[in-house]
């Protein structure tokens, strides 16, 4: 009888590992058709994985103001904490979201089409500047002659053409965020954040069941301390971005430099991707306003946005972000180096958060093993 078990184990074995080896085959001989498969599973999944992301950025002002709820003298409100809690972030959204649309976003867009519409114009104005430069400049390099007779035959604005740029957002925010797909989104945002206590209760339990007590010890150590520093970097980032680019925005059109809307909101989000971003960003409204209000004004507002950067990383950043991500400048540096050339933007972005949780867990395998030594 154990034989014929023994034979039994073995022919479901050798079944299972040749079935496996056919899915593979399979899997691979028609790789095409398996990426178009995944493709659309991941296109229905996506607004679920809208709602869990808006749902974890929502979470910390949820749960902070949920506290304060709790703390109300009125029994309903006690009681209703939660509700009332979901309720109020989603209120202060749509107004922030309404602000956005009807205040912030014409003026951006109408900075934007002004640029398009006058581009081929900046351009040719540059051009006859750098002719009138003296011979012996040392902007007249053959290098930099070079590079501008390759360009200035070129119509600039074919490349920006506003019609094929409305077309081709429009066409991309029609078939990312169709008005079904936010409004599930929504919805289930809005249910991760009311069951929020039995979804992580759950997810506990499960891991629990799988891991050892150890493990699960350290998992839960290291999710907690993952998701925290996630999100004070993600909301602070945001944050700090709304601030320089107000701030900038409203020096420039003081002193009167053309797209200060847009000026200052790109030096606000580029200002999101540490050391990289606002330079990129500068460098960018440095040549706009060269073209378009000459030297003196380019210098000013050089000093200007430096001034307001400078009081941003050493008073303003600190008091938003805290000292919760203590690293080096030079692994900044290194993970959105690599971040980018991977992952594009995105990478560079997260490539902080993502470094400080590899920091911690080297750190602490280091002093795990020091100690086993001693």
């Known amino acids: 009888m154990k034989e014929v078990r023994n034979h ?118 540059a051009i006859n500047k750098y002719n009138e430069l003296p011979e012996n400049s040392i902007l007249k390099g053959d290098i930099v002659k070079e590079a501008i007779s390759n360009v200035q035959n070129v119509d600039i604005k074919q490349y920006f053409n506003l019609d094929k740029i409305l077309e081709y957002v429009m066409g991309a925010v029609n078939a990312v965020t169709s008005i079904f797909n936010v409004f599930v989104a929504v919805i289930v945002s809005i249910y991760i954040l009311m069951e929020r206590t039995q979804i992580i209760e759950f997810l506990k339990k499960c891991a629990n069941a799988m891991f050892e007590d150890k493990t699960y010890k350290n998992i839960d150590k290291y999710f907690n ?51 990289f971003g606002a330079i990129i960003a500068v460098g960018i409204a440095v040549i706009i306003t060269l073209i378009t209000g000459g030297v003196s004004q380019t210098i000013w507002m050089l000093i200007v946005v430096t001034i307001l950067q400078q009081i941003d990383a050493n008073i303003i950043n600190p008091k938003i972000v805290g000292k919760s991500l203590k690293i080096s400048p030079l692994l900044v540096i290194f993970a959105v180096t690599v971040g980018g050339a991977y992952f594009g933007v995105l990478g560079m972005f997260l490539a902080v958060p993502v470094i400080a949780v590899v920091k911690i867990l080297v750190e602490d395998y280091i002093e795990l093993k020091l100690a086993t030594k001693k």
């Open 8 to 125: 039994w184990k073995k022919w479901v074995y050798w079944f299972l590992l040749g079935a496996a080896i056919i899915v593979l085959y399979k899997a691979l001989d028609n790789f095409g058709d398996v990426l178009d498969g995944l493709h659309k599973f991941f296109a229905i999944l996506s607004p679920f994985l809208a709602g869990i992301f808006i749902a974890y950025l929502l979470y910390m002002p949820c749960k902070n103001i949920e506290g304060t709820y709790k703390k109300a003298k009125s029994k309903f409100i006690k009681k209703k904490s939660r509700v009332l809690s979901v309720a109020t972030v989603y209120i202060v959204a749509a107004l922030l979201l309404i602000i956005l649309v009807n205040v912030i976003l014409p003026v951006v867009v109408e900075s934007v089409v002004d640029l398009i519409n006058n581009i081929q114009g900046y351009f040719e104005t």
């Open 225 to 275: 301390h993952s998701n925290e520093i996630f999100f004070k970097f993600i909301a602070s980032q945001f944050l700090d971005a709304i601030v320089v680019g107000v701030m900038v925005t409203i020096a420039m059109t003081i002193m009167n430099v053309k797209f200060a809307p847009l000026l200052g909101f790109m030096i606000g989000l580029f200002n999101m991707i540490p050391y």
